[in-house]
């Protein structure tokens, strides 16, 4: 059964989407965010990661949602979750944008 560990509904204005992601699982860990492994630039492209949900308008519904370490990250229109479910993150479909 997959439980969601972190949800955040907005970025802190500080925060870029990537920063947010990395604190996001450091939380659901209970880690500094600088000891999260793997990088995140060791599974997604960030500026790309970036700029497709800067480039979004609300009008578009965009959701990214990837397996980063042992957690499945899904972003939807920015939003960013954490779950523990793994393997749904390898049995979703792929869905290009």
């Known amino acids: 059964m997959s439980s969601t560990v972190v949800s955040r ?12 992601i990395v604190s996001a699982v450091a939380r659901a860990e209970g880690v500094d965010p600088l000891a999260v492994s793997p990088q995140l630039y060791d599974v ?11 480039h979004s308008s609300t009008a578009t ?3 990214v949602s990837f397996t980063y370490g042992d957690w499945c990250v899904e972003i939807d229109n920015g ?12 049995d979703a479909p792929v869905r290009r944008v």
């Open 61 to 63: 519904d965009v959701t």
């Open 9 to 20: 509904s907005e970025q802190t204005d500080c925060e870029s989407l990537c920063e947010e």
């Open 44 to 54: 997604v492209d960030p500026d790309s990661l970036e700029q497709l949900f800067e």
């Open 79 to 90: 939003n960013v979750s954490v779950t523990d479910n793994t393997e749904a993150a390898r």
